[in-house]
């Protein structure tokens, strides 16, 4: 018997957050890791890697910890102040 798997299914399901959501639930200065999302309901629990994604902009300078960063999300991040950290 032969199974597949839809991409769905083959792909890890990543918590997403946004660095607008940053900006608006964090202050300047701030560590945000996995535990500090939770907390702020930006994720749903600590089960899954963490995606930092680069949609909105980020205007302070914060350390972001996670799993995973596109690409803009770091850019954003680090031209903000801050640093992108991967767990």
Do not use: M
């Not at 995973?68 to 991967?86: C, L, M, Q, R, Y």
């Amino acid at each position: 018997e032969i199974y597949t798997l839809s991409l769905h299914d083959a792909l890890p399901i990543f918590g997403r957050v946004n660095v607008k959501d940053l900006e608006r639930c964090f202050e300047a200065g701030v560590t945000v890791s996995a535990k500090e999302l939770l907390e702020k309901r930006l994720i749903s629990t600590l089960q899954k890697p963490v995606k930092i994604l680069g949609e909105g902009e980020l205007s302070r300078g914060l350390t972001v910890k996670a799993d995973a960063f596109s690409a803009s999300a770091k850019s954003k991040i680090e031209a903000a102040g801050g640093k992108a950290e991967v767990n």
